[in-house]
């Protein structure tokens, strides 16, 4: 996988402010300590000498990009706050993206200990992992070692997150209402007469890009015009996904009926591919020089003129110039929508294998209440890798070496400091636009995926060896599609799809 892609296509779900701090919140009264008497939140108010030490272990991919040296001494500052607090410290195991999700293939078949890492519906599949039986069931956990983190997360989060009636995973509360993203460079926008902000989310084509696509290959002939991957436009097609980016199943957003359909059979996703091949006859979309990049460090402003990923967010400009290398703009080429794909984007699950899941609970609890804790995994030490400016803006240090842990990774991102560009009442805007976006009918549906697990397993592998590149234009439509219809089909999608279609008209009658 290539660095520019790395960079791309993350998704970014809903929060919901935390109040308190986890430890040492002072108690008013006889009842509000009586409240408070759970056994763990006896045990989190203990002093560090009150518990046994634990060391825990948390595997997380390196969405930044690759550590450069500074990261060891941020999580020594984090584990100081640990140790103090609960007698816990953690091995951080940051992996690069393009190794995570085999590792963790590697990990969980061979029943290897650890306690933490990340799991979404696009990147180390949640729902196929929890199917095996690798993740740990978290509701007795949550009551009684995170209670203010369960009470935190609405009722239809936990229920996006649950298999056969069980919580196996914490969604990493963040922006939910997802829209399709377009970003391009402030500089190729105005070289090349692109008003970003001009575009109308409601009648948005792909094809309108095709003006400024062809006077940037003519003035940028050593750039890549565009990527565009098919895993960042379901939302701009009208779909969700129901098992995520590999796995065939999806409904449209606007059916009530709720009718399952393979993604990789439907008009638009044939369409779609037409107009890749479109785009790599015209020299827009250079997919193979592309792919072929992996192994050289560029970021994606300084080599494309325009792509897609993301989920759009007020001053979302300013996380794009930081992630991309350089001033951005981008803007929502398609409508918010809250479904169960902006819920699952990213979870953090208890491996089966932990042999100290309590403890492993304490730290989420503590890192989703814990300001100073979460902004020093995020930003990295105060002074060194960034500065305190104005209220809870700050300005990161040009000559850190701390890549940073984005701020949807491992908790809820209304703890986060801000940073110039975005807008004080960030977070404000964003419960608006989650509260104001349109409602999946599927929403709070759980596809379990066991009664199938083989042909999942299976249609899963041939849509890696097909998918990429035939969104990419390295595969023929006319040549390789049929074959990879043919192949989902002896794989086992028409199954995963009744499968499916069962579950949800389970689901929706149960309702």
């Not at 609970?361 to 990295?380: A, I, K």
């Not at 636009?433 to 083989?454: H, L, M, R, W, Y």
Request: proline residues 5%.
């Amino acid at each position: 996988m290539s660095k520019v892609k790395k960079t791309l296509g993350m998704a970014i779900v809903l929060c919901l402010v935390f109040s308190f701090t986890l430890v040492g919140c002072a108690t008013k009264n006889e009842e509000q300590q009586a409240s408070n008497s759970s056994p763990a939140a006896n045990e989190a108010s203990a002093t560090s000498s009150a518990l046994p030490e634990v060391k825990l272990t948390w595997y997380f991919p390196s969405f930044n990009g690759d550590a450069k040296g500074e990261e060891n001494a941020v999580f020594d500052e984090v584990n100081k706050i640990l140790k103090e607090k609960i007698n816990t410290t953690v091995d951080f195991k940051m992996i690069n993206t393009g190794e995570y999700e085999e590792k963790m293939k590697v990990m969980m078949a061979a029943s290897e200990e650890f306690d933490l890492a990340f799991y979404s519906n696009w990147f180390n599949n949640f729902q196929i992992a929890a199917s095996k039986g690798n993740l740990l069931p978290l509701d007795e956990l949550l009551g009684k070692n995170a209670p203010k983190l369960q009470s935190s997360i609405p009722d239809g989060f936990w229920n996006a997150v649950k298999l056969n009636g069980k919580v196996y995973a914490v969604p990493n509360q963040q922006f939910s209402a997802r829209s399709t993203t377009l970003n391009v460079p402030q500089a190729s926008a105005d070289k090349y007469g692109l008003d970003v902000y001009g575009i109308d989310r409601n009648t948005f084509k792909l094809e309108d890009l095709e003006p400024y696509l062809e006077k940037f290959k003519n003035g940028e002939p050593d750039k890549y015009p565009i990527e565009i991957r098919w895993k960042e436009l379901s939302g701009y097609y009208g779909m969700e996904l129901i098992s995520g980016d590999d796995v065939p199943g999806a409904v449209y957003m606007n059916d009530d009926s709720l009718k399952v359909f393979n993604q990789f059979e439907s008009e638009e996703f044939q369409a779609h591919l037409a107009l890749v091949n479109k785009w790599v006859e015209k020299g827009y979309f250079k997919s193979i020089e592309l792919l072929s990049k992996k192994d050289q460090n560029l970021k994606p402003g300084e080599v494309m003129g325009a792509w897609f990923a993301g989920a759009w967010q007020p001053g979302g400009e300013a996380l794009a110039s930081q992630t991309y290398g350089v001033p951005m703009q981008n803007t929502a080429v398609s409508n918010p929508v809250l479904n169960n794909s902006g819920i699952l984007a990213t979870l953090t699950a208890i491996s089966r294998t932990s042999k100290n899941p309590e403890r492993a609970m304490m730290v989420l609890e503590l890192l989703n209440s814990d300001e100073q804790l979460f902004n020093l995994l995020t930003f990295g030490i105060e002074g060194k890798d960034y500065t305190k400016k104005t209220g809870k803006f700050i300005e990161q240090n040009k000559d850190s070496q701390y890549i940073g842990i984005p701020n949807w990774e491992m908790a809820t991102i209304f703890n986060s400091y801000l940073i110039e560009g975005q807008p004080e009442d960030v977070w404000a805007q964003h419960k608006q636009i989650n509260a104001e976006a349109q409602t999946s009918p599927a929403i709070g549906f759980t596809f379990d995926p066991t009664p199938v697990k083989t042909e999942v397993a299976n249609t899963s592998a041939v849509i890696k060896e097909y998918a990429e590149g035939l969104t990419y234009g390295v595969l023929k439509v006319d040549k390789d599609y049929p074959v990879f219809v043919e192949k989902l089909k002896k794989a086992g999608s028409d199954k995963v799809i009744e499968e499916m279609q069962k579950q949800i008209d389970d689901w929706k009658a149960s309702k």
